[in-house]
């Protein structure tokens, strides 16, 4: 099974690192802003499951195209209509970075309300942390988690550091939405006369 994901946010916050890592396990070091969409493909293997995953690279975003004419100025060819999974990426050495998530989200709950999203705070390496090693809860942590109740993952691509738990995060979020669309599926053909089940996806690491 094929699984796009498209890397959203704005400038330098560590888009293209964070993908580089995951796919090629390098960081590049230079800022070398991103102009045109590039594909980063692998393959992900989840129990008895692989999926093709094509990470989309893409260039600074600071809001949502409004129709296929903005799609197009913004990158030819892409499209976000076809996107299975959102990667929302905010530096949170700069939490400014997270408004543009934040307007991100919000229009991508209009516009796609069903599509995944996992919001990522990119290079947590350079964060202070309290004396004695303890983790101090990330403030946006909680709007996240409580209140749009998607995934949220601190990660450095720098350190190689949670990269993993960010591609876990987001394949849990896939399963999890393709199996409540089959069982949607699978509700519509039991009404229709259907015993057809719908399958719960199972929770594997990625090798
Ligand atoms: N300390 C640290 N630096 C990082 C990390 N990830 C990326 N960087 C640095 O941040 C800068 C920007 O990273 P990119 O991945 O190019 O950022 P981007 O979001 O793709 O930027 P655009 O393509 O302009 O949108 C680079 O100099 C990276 O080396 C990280 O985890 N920790
Ligand atoms: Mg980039």
């Not at 959102?86 to 949170?92: A, S």
């Not at 403030?139 to 550091?161: D, G, I, Q």
Request: net charge positive; with cysteine.
């Amino acid at each position: 099974m094929m699984v796009r994901v498209a890397a959203l946010g704005e400038s330098r916050v560590g888009k293209t690192a964070l993908l580089e890592q995951f796919v090629h396990g390098t960081c590049p070091t230079l800022h070398r802003p991103t102009v045109v969409n590039r594909s980063l493909c692998c393959t992900v293997v989840r129990g008895d499951r692989v999926y093709e995953l094509q990470c989309n690279d893409l260039p600074p975003m600071y809001q949502l195209p409004l129709d296929s004419l903005d799609e197009w100025d913004y990158c030819a060819g892409f499209t976000f209509r076809t996107v299975d999974v959102y990667l929302l990426v905010f530096d949170c050495s700069r939490p400014d970075t997270f408004e543009t998530v934040e307007q991100l989200y919000v229009q991508l709950r209009r516009s796609r309300p069903m599509a995944p999203v996992v919001v990522v705070a990119a290079k947590c390496d350079l964060l202070r942390r309290p004396p004695g090693g303890g983790r101090s809860i990330n403030p946006y942590e909680r709007l996240v988690r409580k209140k749009w109740k998607r995934p949220f993952v601190e990660c450095s691509a720098k350190h190689n550091c949670k990269v993993s738990a960010v591609f876990q995060e987001l394949m849990n979020s896939v399963e999890q939405s393709s199996s409540e669309t089959n069982g949607r599926k699978g509700q519509r053909q039991d009404t229709k006369g259907s015993n057809r089940q719908s399958r719960s996806s199972p929770r594997c690491v990625i090798q």
